[in-house]
């Protein structure tokens, strides 16, 4: 690497407008993500004490042992992971198929296209309001439709039951977010080239082959990125669950019943956090390496 001084006169002022430049949204990202992260892991090695003028006890790495011994954090942990590979192949599969769909020509296909982003861009408490209405016990219309074929009772509030509410949270996060992964898709369907398809056709390929070897291929760093953003979003999301169904025990539900719940333990909640972030970025990591190959 060239060092500073031996930059020409021109280099350096070159350098430091660059700096200049950059040095804003380096102060910010310092202040607004880099500080919280480290001090969220200063916190994790203490007892953290809400009455006002006692100071926090440290207590080294007895919050990580209480962690790590806790049985609601692996059942949580294991329930966070079952959620992200549910919701993430849903996701992606239901928005490929819409995107496929929505890459052909039909009447009407502008107005079809703008209804399909509507669960993405409608609020999440109105839509959260929604699901619990139609799958009210008794009253909501989903609830009658499916007693009606016997696969439900009519009773059975199937939102806040613990049996039921991660299917019914997996179910809502794969509809509320599959048009996002639709509209990636469908952008980059509409800029592979014609000519592949028709060569395709030539040399006798059906549909199947032509979706293998042409669209997929095409399709790689889209779908995976994809996979990598929902990936990262589902890993840590909190509202939607939270809103639709505290029954849903996810890691950040977990971490804020902790933090702001009963008797809370900030400590030990700094120490999820850490643990989440410590976790997702080993994933990324590797995901980046082994399937991005960036």
Not at 111 to 128: C, Q
Not at 160 to 181: D, E, G, Q, R
Not at 237 to 255: C, D, G, M, N, Q
């Amino acid at each position: 690497m060239t060092k500073y001084k031996e930059l020409s006169s021109l280099k350096r002022k070159e350098a430091v407008f660059g700096w200049k430049l950059v040095s804003p949204a380096v102060i910010l990202i310092g202040v607004f993500i880099l500080y919280p992260v480290l001090y969220n892991i200063y916190l994790s090695f203490f007892e953290v004490s809400l009455t006002p003028g006692q100071s926090n006890k440290f207590v080294g790495l007895e919050n990580y042992r209480r962690l790590l011994t806790d049985p609601t954090f692996w059942n949580s942990f294991g329930i966070t992971l079952l959620f992200v590979a549910i919701t993430v192949a849903g996701s992606i599969l239901v928005g490929l198929g819409v995107a496929l769909l929505m890459n052909k020509e039909f009447p009407g296909r502008g107005i079809v296209r703008a209804l399909i982003l509507f669960p993405y861009v409608a609020p999440v408490i109105s839509t959260v309001f929604a699901w619990q209405y139609v799958l009210m016990p008794l009253n909501g219309p989903l609830t009658i439709l499916l007693s009606n074929f016997g696969i439900m009772d009519i009773t059975q509030d199937v939102v806040n039951n613990p049996n039921n509410a991660f299917l019914v949270v997996s179910f809502y996060s794969i509809w509320k977010n599959f048009p996002f992964i639709y509209l990636m898709i469908l952008s980059r369907l509409q800029s592979i080239s014609q000519d592949y398809y028709e060569a395709a056709d030539i040399d006798g390929a059906n549909g199947w082959q032509k979706f293998r070897h042409i669209t997929l291929p095409e399709l790689y760093y889209v779908l995976g990125s994809l996979v990598l953003l929902r990936g990262i979003w589902n890993f840590y999301k909190f509202e939607e669950v939270y809103l639709l169904s505290k029954e849903a025990r996810t890691l950040p539900i977990y971490l804020y019943q902790t933090a702001f719940t009963g008797i809370p333990d900030l400590g030990v909640a700094a120490a999820i956090a850490t643990v989440l972030f410590i976790v997702m970025m080993a994933l990324i990591t590797v995901y980046v390496k082994k399937v991005l190959k960036w």
